[in-house]
């Protein structure tokens, strides 16, 4: 079996995507990895769970998945059986013409004219359509959720289960959590949560505390977050300086991280509480 990592570099690569063009790619599937997060997949160092495994194959176009990740070009799950790269394509140009069509189900006139300008001119519009139907369904949830927080009305978030350290460092595995029931205690911007475990963020927080976490990829100067550094995850406070980046923990004992440009590190959150 291939694995994940190099399979996904592979195909990025044919796509002539930069790692960051393809996380950009992502954020229309709701989803917002940093390049570093994408370079850790390629390097197997972590993987994307399984919502942003399928998005990463609907934006590197790997219809046949088990061909692609497990070297079995007659899968029985793949829809293309049989055809060749240029079938394959073929069949995929006359997809995209019958699902933008709003008509073909009641046997109206067929395209007969199908360009590679047609087909990408239909791609576009989807994208489109898509994007602002997913804005569109962000806004009506998002007062949805205001408003039922507001009345004191419970919500579910993810509460991982390995949590991040406030000590040495552990890895966050992105599928280990458990869902929880939170109310209007739990601040309404929060998107999951973890356990702290060690001292190194006392007095402020102390080992097995759960922190609400809101997702972003980047700090300001002097704010506490949840950074992946190495393939480890971390509960510290940013300290910007001219001299680069450094991670503090408020508890005296522990030593400043400081961040070399060899290092790896993206920022999973925001910590609110």
């Not at 390629?42 to 160092?45: A, P």
């Not at 799950?77 to 140009?93: C, I, Y």
């Not at 961040?259 to 060899?262: N, Q």
């Not at 959150?269 to 509480?273: A, E």
């Given at each position: 079996?291939?694995?994940i ?9 044919e ?13 229309a599937f709701?989803?917002?990895p ?7 997949w390629?390097?197997?160092?972590s ?12 934006v590197?176009k790997i219809?046949n ?6 070297n079995?070009?007659?899968a ?19 997809i995209s ?11 109206k006139?067929v395209v007969?004219n ?17 994007k602002?139907a ?19 009305v419970?919500r ?19 599928e ?6 939170v109310?209007?205690e ?7 949560g ?5 001292n ?13 976490i ?7 100067n ?6 992946f ?9 940013l ?11 408020l ?7 400081t961040?070399?440009?060899?290092d790896e590190i993206?920022?999973f ?5």
């Open positions: 079996m291939e694995k990592g190099s399979t996904i570099a592979k195909k990025r690569k796509a002539k995507l930069s790692q960051g063009e393809l996380a950009e790619e992502l954020k709701g989803f917002a940093s390049a570093a997060s994408i370079s850790s390629e390097k197997d160092v993987v994307p769970n399984a919502l942003q495994f399928m998005a990463v194959c609907k590197l219809d998945i088990l061909g692609e990740f497990e079995a070009p007659d029985v799950n793949d829809v293309f059986n049989g055809l060749n790269e240029e079938g394959r394509k073929r069949a995929k140009e006359y013409l019958l699902l933008l069509s709003k008509e073909f189900t009641e046997a006139p007969t199908i360009t590679e300008e047609t087909v990408s001119a239909g791609r576009d519009k989807k994208r489109i359509d898509a602002k997913s804005m569109d369904d962000s806004k009506r949830i998002s007062k949805s959720v205001s408003e039922d927080i507001s009345k004191g419970t579910i978030l993810k509460l991982y289960n390995l949590p991040a350290s406030a000590g040495t460092g552990e890895f966050l595995d992105g280990d959590y458990t869902e929880v029931e109310g209007p739990v601040s309404m911007a929060a998107d999951f973890i356990r702290i475990k060690g190194s963020m006392e007095p402020r927080y102390v080992n097995g505390q759960t922190v609400w809101k997702r972003c990829e980047n700090l300001q002097g704010e506490i977050g949840i950074f550094l190495n393939g480890n995850a971390y509960c510290k406070k300290q910007k300086s001219e001299n680069g980046l450094s991670l503090i923990s508890n005296p004992d522990y030593d400043t991280i961040v070399t440009e060899e993206s920022v959150g925001k910590v609110l509480n």
